[in-house]
């Protein structure tokens, strides 16, 4: 077996502070599962659990769980006593309602949970199946916890729409609150859909919450609150349609939503920590927040993603989607150097360089705690030492030779005049740099939905083959309805309204970064570009044409306007939101 030159904790990449998430392919469904178990328990996570449909391989299937439901409670599945029927609920469940894995032993699909259709998911959700939430959860809790619009109150957003038709029993657990049922029933407020999942999940209880320290959901301040900021505003404003889009459909608005906004500040943070390192501060906040629904962002960073919304057919188009992507990737990795450098810059720190209450410090504080170490006079004797040890540990063990590669490193550091932080993280990331490429890709894959129709993400093929930035429809149709929506100078309250397609693009640029017609504010432009801009700008019109939203009733941009497929009328009392 061949000698590994790095420890384990040498290798340690992540930190908190500056992304809290883990890189690495990532779970949605799982991540809001997560979010729903901390949203009821205030943080905690369910660790354990004693019910024997998961505790063999074999019995987490959806025929067993029906099974369990036909004994348990018959009544609510009259008339589903046959095979044939039993089958059909069974497909039901395995394709609408379960999150379903191959299993390593059986080499079968199994339950591993369920999906995030309502906060009683939690009664089923599987704690003995390994991880893919990589911290993506506590992003999202600690983005939520404190909003009162959405999460806090009693009455939140997040608690009204997921919480519908139960109420909370102990300390985990819900019971369904059959008088809400009744009532929605008569008004048609309830679907089959969520109907059926309530009862399919009436026989189980929720497990308990652990107790220990690290059976807790991570606490953290954001490197880019502004971010997180939109984040909130957006979610607010995509709860308005509730009622008026589908309950199934707005469950993967939101998803997408949150998926979208995850990626738009991994991005950031890929920026920010290159500037900090680059220049021993963090980077101010672009002006102040931006009022809901307008067309900015005040992030330290403003974000580039030029979109291919040809399908590849354009090769000039096609190229620059597939040049952004490559210019973000080669940030990415100047970022593995700064994120490790502020890693390890936090392990010389907590050896004794920062008192007990700095420890306790979070997000932007801590970190310019952190920066502000950079020229401390212990700081070159500390990772002289690291340097040493790493050479200690690669000494060829029959030589006595120094490993050459870390030689050469170390030579070449000394030759630029750079710190030994610099030069320990170079060795680093010499070693760690194809293990880090692989899970940030896999990262920015899942984050930005990699070929799928809730992303900006695509390219066909696989190895070599060059991604670029693209629209799904999915994504594409929820940044409308958020684009439609204004509020009435009358009364304050949100209604939707038709928009000019060149208002929408200018949306989408100034507030997430996503470009259409336009490569960049510093970008020339040759006859070249600019008929390949013309072209991407034309197959948006055409997209949302096949999608229903686009009318043009003459050539002239303002007859050219964009329909929301849900409207908010200006007669319907809508909901309005704290903060909204």
């Not at 880019?224 to 707005?250: M, S, V, W």
């Not at 010389?348 to 997000?363: H, N, P």
Request: with cysteine.
């Amino acid at each position: 077996m061949a000698k590994s030159i790095l420890t384990r904790q040498q290798k340690l990449f992540r930190m908190e502070s500056v992304c809290p998430f883990d890189a690495n392919n990532v779970s949605l469904d799982e991540a809001m599962a997560k979010l729903f178990i901390y949203l009821r328990t205030g943080g905690r996570k369910i660790a354990t659990t004693s019910k024997p449909f998961y505790l063999a391989d074999d019995q987490a299937v959806p025929e067993t769980l029906i099974d369990i439901v036909l004994g348990e409670r018959p009544q609510n599945f009259q008339g589903v006593t046959d095979a044939q029927r039993k089958e059909l609920l069974s497909a039901w469940v395995g394709s609408h309602f379960a999150i379903m894995t191959k299993s390593r032993k059986l080499g079968e699909q199994r339950i591993t949970g369920m999906r995030p259709l309502h906060f009683a998911i939690i009664k089923l959700f599987n704690p003995r199946v390994r991880s893919q939430d990589r911290y993506l959860s506590d992003f999202f809790y600690n983005a939520l916890k404190d909003d009162p619009a959405l999460a806090s109150n009693p009455d939140s957003l997040f608690k009204q729409f997921f919480g519908v038709c139960v109420r909370p029993f102990g300390n985990t657990d819900f019971q369904v609150d059959e008088a809400e049922i009744a009532n929605l029933a008569t008004s048609g407020g309830i679907d089959i859909e969520l109907l059926f999942l309530l009862r399919l999940l009436e026989p189980f209880e929720a497990d308990t919450f652990g107790l220990k320290k690290d059976e807790r959901a991570a606490s953290f301040s954001f490197l880019c609150p502004e971010q997180i900021a939109l984040l909130r505003q957006d979610l607010q404003l995509l709860f308005l349609y509730k009622g008026k889009i589908p309950r199934r459909e707005l469950i993967n608005y939101m998803m997408t939503l949150l998926a979208f906004h995850a990626a738009l500040y991994f991005f950031q943070v890929v920026r920010i920590t290159n500037y900090m390192v680059q220049n021993g501060k963090l980077p101010p906040p672009r002006g102040a927040d931006p009022k809901p629904g307008e067309p900015r962002s005040n992030a330290p960073f403003k974000l580039d993603f030029f979109c291919d919304l040809t399908g590849g057919h354009d090769a000039k188009v096609k190229e620059m989607a597939e040049r952004r992507y490559t210019e973000h990737f080669k940030e990415v990795e100047s970022y593995f150097h700064s994120a490790y450098l502020m890693k390890k810059l936090e392990e010389f720190a907590l050896s004794g360089y920062i008192t007990k209450d700095q420890r306790e410090m979070k997000g932007k504080d801590y970190v310019a705690l952190l920066l502000g170490l950079l020229k401390h006079k212990d700081l070159e004797g500390f990772f002289a030492k690291s340097i040493s040890d790493i050479q200690a540990n690669a000494r060829d063990d029959e030589t006595g030779e120094d490993d050459p590669t870390i030689q050469r490193i170390i030579d070449i550091g000394a030759e630029r005049k750079q710190s030994k932080l610099h030069t320990y993280v170079d060795i680093l990331c010499h070693f760690q740099h194809s293990q880090l490429r692989d899970q940030h890709r896999k990262l920015i894959s899942s984050l930005c939905g990699f070929e799928q129709d809730r992303g900006f993400l695509t390219g066909v093929g696989r190895g070599r083959a060059k991604r670029r930035y693209a629209l799904g429809n999915e994504l594409l149709e929820v940044l409308l309805q958020l684009a439609v929506l204004r509020k009435r100078a009358s009364d304050q309250k949100w209604h939707s309204r038709e928009i000019e397609i060149g208002e929408f693009v200018h949306w989408l640029q100034e507030r997430y970064g996503l470009l259409i017609d336009k490569y960049g504010d510093d970008v020339p432009e040759d006859e070249q570009t600019n008929r390949a801009l013309a072209t991407n700008y034309e197959h948006l019109k055409t997209r949302l044409r096949q999608l229903g939203f686009f009318t043009a009733l003459s050539d002239a941009s303002n007859s050219q306007v964009i329909r929301p497929r849900f409207p908010i009328v200006e007669e319907e009392p809508v909901l309005t939101a704290a903060g909204l």
